[in-house]
């Protein structure tokens, strides 16, 4: 009886290769699965899944992952306002993580001998992979041809047709990588360390001019409500704030990071929704937070996306993270009033109860009611005391 291999499959060319060599080379029997995290239409799905077939795999399942995603990984994303170097909202990488999460339980539900993916050995997601698969599926054996094989394009093609294998073989000009949490672009302008992508190689295309106002409702720090518009589930908003925000361009960037194997790569990534969603709800927590808890929010936040970025995300101290990141966000509940532009966005202002900068305290620079002017001449001379002591000794040694 054949040994079961389960493969992350995507229908490109690496992972078609791997279901004709596992299969035929190996004698594998070959179970595919796609986990969709956003990136893919009913349509594109059924095709990829017909494609599956022809090469030969015993069976193929699709896991529509876009809320499980959203629930795993994202919306600590947004707790944490989370921007790797303070530009990209970790697109690829988070959901990276949430398919090799469901790949593990699918070899697990198949009692599988071994589980595969398409990874190359010059990227990070060769590492995401392999460490959720040993964690999560100890003893499996991890199979990964186009890594071990050290495969060039050319040479899966020439592999795949000797087999008969009829598919689009044409390179695109750019690598592009969609899902619920934004797009990446990779291309020539992205392999050295100058160079902008041209119009023509982003997904979105600008189609929207002029001004648009919109508002977001937070309720505990997730995204419910777009323009008085309720969801039931916030990747429902983030898609609908998708399709508002994308046509003018906002949320394109390139990245500069270091992998987990340590070189630094750029890579091109459009996220309007995305970069909308965490500059709304910083602007909402700044309201409604006090300063200590914004501190550690971000001492704390930096850490896990780092973490993240780098496929931990097993490890229990994200657990506590995420916890403490939760319950930060009891009164981050409001309205943010958005003006968007091409290519750029800006925020207006805020809505709710727990704004802290209500004026029954005081207006900031004018007046205050809280507190006398003899109240600030004795805090301020106690909140200086240790400096002044410190000052004194030192100017006097």
Same mark, same amino acid.
């Given at each position: ?39 893919f ?36 994303l ?16 988070a959901?990276?993580?949430?398919q ?20 190359t050995?010059?990227?990070?997601d060769? #590492?995401?992979?392999?460490? $959720?698969?040993?964690?999560m599926?100890? =003893?499996? &054996?991890i199979?990964? %041809?186009?890594?071990? /094989? *050290?495969?060039?394009r ?19 000009l ?8 934004g ?72 990245? #500069?990071?270091?992998?987990? $194997? ?5 890579? =091109?990534? &459009?996220?309007?929704? %995305?970069m909308?969603? /965490? *500059?709304?709800?910083?602007?909402l ?17 930096q ?10 995300i ?14 930060s ?13 091409p ?19 005081g207006?900031?620079?004018?007046m205050?009611?809280?507190f006398t ?23 006097n040694?």
């Open positions: 009886m054949a040994k079961k291999v389960v493969l992350g499959f995507s229908g490109g060319l690496d992972t078609s290769y791997c279901v004709k060599y596992l299969g035929e080379d190996m004698g594998y029997e070959v179970h595919s699965i796609i986990v969709n995290t956003g990136g239409n009913a349509t594109e799905l059924a095709e990829i899944e017909k494609h599956a077939y022809t090469l030969g795999v015993k069976s193929h399942t699709t896991v529509d992952a876009v809320k499980t995603y959203y629930d795993r990984i994202i919306r600590y947004v707790y944490g306002n989370v921007l790797k170097n303070n530009t990209y909202p970790l697109s690829v990488s959901e990276r993580l949430s090799a999460l469901h790949i593990a339980e699918h070899a697990q539900k198949l009692g599988a001998d071994a589980v595969a993916h398409g990874s050995g010059a990227g990070n060769q #590492v995401r992979f392999d460490m $959720i698969f040993h964690i599926i100890p =003893g499996v &054996e199979i990964t %041809p186009i890594r071990d /094989l *050290k495969l060039s050319e040479e899966e093609i020439a592999y795949l047709k000797a087999k008969g294998v009829e598919m689009n073989f044409d390179k695109a750019y690598s592009i990588n969609k899902g619920l949490w797009t990446s672009v990779g291309g020539r302008e992205t392999l050295s360390s100058k160079g902008l992508l041209p119009e023509s190689a982003w997904p979105t295309q600008v189609t929207k001019n002029g001004e648009e106002e919109i508002v977001l409702e937070f309720n505990k720090g997730e995204l419910t409500g777009v323009n008085e518009k309720k969801f039931g589930h916030p990747s429902e908003a983030i898609q609908y704030l998708q399709q508002l925000a994308g046509p003018y361009g906002i949320g394109r960037d390139i990245h #500069v990071g270091d992998t987990i $194997i340590g070189i630094k790569g750029r890579v =091109g990534f &459009e996220a309007a929704a %995305p909308v969603i /965490l *500059k709304a709800h910083h602007a927590e700044k309201h409604v937070l006090t300063k200590w808890q914004l501190q550690w929010k971000d001492t704390l936040s850490f896990y996306g780092n973490w993240l970025h780098e496929g931990q097993l490890d229990p101290v994200m657990r506590d993270i995420e916890s403490f990141l939760e319950h966000q009891q009164n981050v509940t409001g309205k943010v009033f958005i003006q968007l532009m290519y750029r966005f800006q925020v207006i202002g805020i809505e709710s109860a727990f704004d802290l900068m209500s004026s029954k305290f207006k900031y620079g004018e205050n009611t809280g002017g003899q109240d600030v001449r004795g805090f301020s001379r106690i909140f200086g005391n240790q400096t002044g002591i410190w000052k004194a000794v030192n100017e040694s």
